[in-house]
């Protein structure tokens, strides 16, 4: 397994809060990935990275930021949380080749 | 803009049955596809990777094949198992980028 680790694995919060994941790997992979995973939608990119500083947006970015000022190190940030975005948040990492997942946050926004 | 499909959405098979799962992508473009497996409640795990310039990939009772020109690639499953039950998923990456595009996925069912 890819060293990745994402945290809080299960997070509960309030509509309008700010929520902020974090992927952390210890694999040096120069690319991460955020994506979401909802029944009927599968897997969808909400933004990645493709070096430190540069990052671009996915297919469902509205509503999300990130950053990435490490390698190690990418976060996802809700700017202000809606019922919408209860998900599964899935952290990828990418060689130049193959992506390797960590085990996934649980956030509900009540 | 690059879409995946996967068909059928869920499929249940006897124990013992060869079964071929389907993944199709709406641009012929692309870098390279893989296919993962996924079990509830938990993280993504890469079965075979195919780059574009390959026809098929083989591990072990899996066997990935790739035909740009129609937009398909099929991951074919030789004498299934219960344990082979879980999620099934592709993920293109198109040329000229970074971004990998999922499929909805097949969640398959082995019976005993």
């Known amino acids: 397994d890819a060293g990745i680790t994402q945290s809080p694995r299960h997070k509960v919060t309030e509509t309008g809060t700010p929520v902020t994941l974090r992927c952390h790997q210890t694999e040096n992979h120069r690319y991460m990935y955020w994506y979401r995973q909802d029944p009927g939608h599968g897997l969808r990119l909400i933004h990645y990275s493709y070096g430190v500083k540069d990052t671009d947006k996915g297919e469902v970015s509205d509503g999300y930021s990130v950053s990435r000022s490490k390698t190690e190190d990418f976060l996802l940030t809700l700017e202000s949380a809606t019922s919408s975005q209860t998900s599964v948040y899935f952290c990828?990492?990418?060689?130049?080749?193959?992506?390797?997942f960590g085990s996934g946050t649980q956030l509900s926004v009540l | 803009k690059q879409e995946v499909t996967q068909i059928p959405a869920a499929l249940s098979v006897p124990e013992g049955e060869n079964l071929v799962l389907n993944c199709s992508f709406t641009?012929?473009?692309?870098?390279?596809l893989q296919w993962f497996r996924q079990d509830p409640g938990k993280g993504l795990t890469s079965l075979l990777l195919?780059?574009?310039?390959?026809r098929e990939q083989t591990s072990g009772r899996l066997n990935a094949s790739l035909d740009k020109s129609s937009g398909r690639s099929t991951l074919y499953i030789a004498a299934s198992q219960p344990g082979d039950s879980a999620t099934y998923l592709c993920a293109v990456r198109s040329s000229g980028t970074y971004k990998y595009i999922f499929g909805t996925g097949t969640r398959l069912k082995v019976l005993a």
């Open positions: 195919i780059q574009s310039s390959q």
């Open positions: 990828a990492t990418g060689t130049n080749e193959k992506l390797f």
């Open positions: 641009d012929s473009a692309i870098y390279n």
